[in-house]
């Protein structure tokens, strides 16, 4: 086991539970989570519980954020019982969500004043892929920061891509990655919907397809789900209303940017006529449904 690797994993959600459970199995691990049954099925996997944020980083010497978005991030570091007051001097807090350049900076400086240091690490890959140690995830962060935080981060990930020394540089190139997976998503949904109207066999053209030069790695992944959305309903791997968030920062970024984007604006809005729908927490292939509706005749 790892010398002085002390961890605490804060939200034990989609990801946090398969990093926690992962991460518990070489490292001595503290978990927090709102949902008690959550917390139990880490304890059974080898860690410790904490009732409280603050409690459960008291003596972490790196503390893993795993939240859904920037107001729980707040929440769990700097709301009643936050972790932030309860850190050790010098812990690190790493910072898988993905909330945005900004609302990370903004973290990182008031940590600083507490003696604390912020990695930027928002991670990819998917629950399954979280419980193998198989993320891809990008980093950013001071020399030290990322020194003591590495060893958790291996564990982790099969790819480790550092991409600059301040906090909010890898939330820049997450949101790079999530308009692509934004943008590919739509167009997979588009190309199904457009495949059922011609009475085509929607998963016999995903096959096709997907061996072609039109092939994505979204639409050999999130096709197959967007046929079972029209049929028993998608098992849900990635919540749509985290589209709903990330297509958001996107926008938000490009407008700052000055960048032009008319792709990611149009693959936002179809996410939010998904969530309108009733759709946002369903898996995010059931968008194709916004489009072409389960009782729509071909």
């Known amino acids: 086991m790892p010398d002085a690797s002390r961890i605490a994993v804060l939200g034990l959600g989609a990801m946090g539970l398969p990093m926690a459970a992962h991460l518990a199995a070489e490292f001595p691990v503290t978990v927090f989570d709102i949902d008690a049954a959550r917390r139990a099925r880490l304890v ?141 998503i739509a167009a997979a949904a588009e190309a199904v919907a457009m495949a059922r109207a011609l009475g085509l066999d929607p998963a016999t053209v995903i096959d096709a397809l997907s061996k072609g030069a039109a092939g994505s790695f979204m639409l050999s992944d999130r096709g197959p789900r967007m046929v079972e959305a029209y049929d028993q309903g998608a098992e849900v791997r990635s919540r749509l209303d985290i589209f709903v968030k990330d297509m958001g920062i996107v926008t938000d970024i490009a407008k700052q940017a000055h960048v032009p984007t008319p792709l990611a604006a149009t693959a936002q809005q179809l996410y939010l006529l998904g969530e309108r729908a009733g759709l946002g927490d369903s898996d995010d292939s059931s968008v194709v449904t916004v489009l072409s509706p389960k009782d729509q005749q071909p």
């Open 44 to 184: 059974e996997s080898g860690a410790a519980e904490a009732s409280t944020p603050a409690k459960a980083v008291e003596n972490a010497d790196v503390v893993l954020l795993a939240v859904r978005d920037q107001q729980q991030v707040e929440d769990a570091l700097f709301g009643p019982d936050g972790a932030a007051a309860a850190l050790r001097p010098g812990a690190v807090v790493v910072l898988t969500s993905t909330v945005g350049p900004e609302a990370a900076r903004s973290t990182a400086a008031r940590l600083a004043e507490l003696d604390a240091h912020l990695v930027d690490a928002p991670v990819s890959g998917g629950p399954a892929r979280a419980g193998a140690g198989d993320l891809l995830i990008v980093l950013s962060g001071t020399e030290h920061a990322l020194g003591v935080a590495r060893p958790a981060l291996d564990r982790l990930a099969s790819t480790l891509t550092e991409i600059g020394h301040e906090p909010g540089d890898a939330q820049g190139l997450k949101a790079i990655n999530q308009l692509l997976a934004g943008v590919h």
